[in-house]
């Protein structure tokens, strides 16, 4: 099929968006075999089916690369404490957060968790999300977990997305496991990484290094058995806190180090020097009423790129718009419109260790967005506004 007359935020190359006026895109075989100028359409192309877009914007099909959307229960009651003074992490010390969310999980049918993921997903979906990565690590214990990571998979048989998982027992300390957080890891965390391992249920492996979760020392750990099993790695590090889990993370050489708003310019070269991707989740920042902003400029200064995710969970970042956090990273994080682009695309799959979308280019998958706006800043500057008119999935409409 052929795309004629559209704008296209290619994304690709270094020119501003890697912006074409007035282009075509040509898709075979659920990959692009050509993106250029309208004048300058090979011959071959066409030949196909072509669709006149009448000048609407076309960009690579939006990433979230950092989700919980698979768990039970909502954390509603909390944000009412939250808004009553308590803060997450003492919500987190006196038993709820993360654990709240656990009990709902683990009482939660496969079927249950299913559904629930599909109405978060299906907000995703409409806003041109082609690709979304999914966590498990509300389980905490053998079974839930690999549920969850099922679950996970599952979410591609029922609609048109990509989904990566993530292995993310090292979330939080389960109550059984209260005060022995290595036994917790060598027991459940680790035994179960090599059974979902094995079932092909996991793409990447996380964990959460923070005082009320993960030591560095014990985040090591985990990392260590994820490259035993040849699994790569990502973290949540210094969201509440700096703990110098970006640090190891980099060391280990991570896809990405998500949150990082405690990181300091040093974490930042770290991170430059492991390829590290800096996922930034401003809903959380929002959420939380954080005040400390992550390091952009000092990720700017590292070339460090810089991805923009949803984080949707019950708890810290109850957000299901990919939109928004486009808008909340240009507002609260001051980054540009195209670095927010980038963000969700093609900096989105490089989180994800995927180098076969996030851009149009010759090679790339056919997984485009097509909007009705005009300008790509378009897309990051209003709120609670969806311009999705057609979204595309292996260069079907
Ligand atoms: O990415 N930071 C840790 N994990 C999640 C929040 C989990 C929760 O509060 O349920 C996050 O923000
Ligand atoms: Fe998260």
Not at 27 to 47: L, N
Not at 83 to 90: D, I, K, P, R
Not at 216 to 245: C, M, W, Y
Request: charged share 20%; with cysteine.
């Amino acid at each position: 099929m052929l795309l004629t007359n559209c704008h296209v935020a290619s994304l690709h190359g270094d020119t501003p968006y890697g912006a074409i006026q007035t282009g075509a895109i040509w898709m075979r075989d659920a990959k692009i075999a050509w993106v250029g100028a309208k004048g300058d359409i090979p011959t071959a192309a066409r030949e196909d089916a072509s669709v006149d877009l009448e000048g609407r914007l076309v960009t690579p099909g939006l990433i979230d690369c950092h989700t919980h959307l698979v768990f039970g229960g909502d954390r509603a009651d909390e944000f009412e404490k939250r808004l009553n003074g308590v803060s997450y992490e003492e919500i987190a010390r006196a038993g709820g957060g993360i654990l709240s969310t656990l009990t709902a999980t683990r009482q939660a049918s496969e079927d249950a968790l299913l559904q629930g993921a599909l109405t978060r997903l299906d907000a995703l979906i409409g806003e041109g999300v082609t690709t979304v990565e999914v966590k498990s690590g509300y389980g905490l214990e053998a079974d839930t977990e690999l549920r969850m990571l099922r679950v996970a998979r599952r979410l591609a048989k029922h609609r048109d997305i990509d989904v990566q998982t993530t292995y993310l027992a090292a979330h939080a300390v389960p109550p059984e496991y209260a005060g022995q957080a290595v036994a917790y890891l060598d027991e459940i965390v680790i035994p179960t990484m090599r059974l979902a391992a094995q079932d092909g249920l996991v793409d990447a492996v996380d964990g959460f290094c923070e005082g009320i979760a993960f030591s560095t020392a014990q985040i090591a750990r985990v990392f260590d058995a994820a490259k035993a099993l040849n699994l790569p790695v990502k973290l949540h590090a210094e969201q509440l806190s700096h703990q110098g889990g970006t640090a190891l993370a980099a060391q280990q050489g991570a896809l990405s180090v998500d949150h990082l708003e405690y990181a300091t310019a040093a974490d930042a070269k770290a991170m430059s020097q492991a390829g590290s991707v800096a996922v930034l989740l401003p809903g959380a920042f929002y959420t939380l009423r954080e005040t400390q902003m992550p390091p952009v400029q000092a990720f700017r200064d590292h070339d460090v790129p810089m991805a923009l995710a949803t984080d949707c969970n019950p708890g810290s970042s109850p957000l299901a718009s990919l939109l928004l956090a486009m808008n909340m990273g240009c507002t609260l994080f001051r980054m540009t419109p195209e670095e927010a682009l980038a963000g969700v695309t093609r900096h989105a799959a490089r989180a994800l260790g995927l180098s076969d979308r996030g851009e149009i280019a010759p090679g790339q998958r056919a997984d485009l967005a097509v909007w009705d706006v005009q300008k790509p800043a378009e897309l990051a500057y209003r709120i609670g506004f969806n311009p999705l008119y057609k979204r595309i999935k292996g260069g079907v409409v």
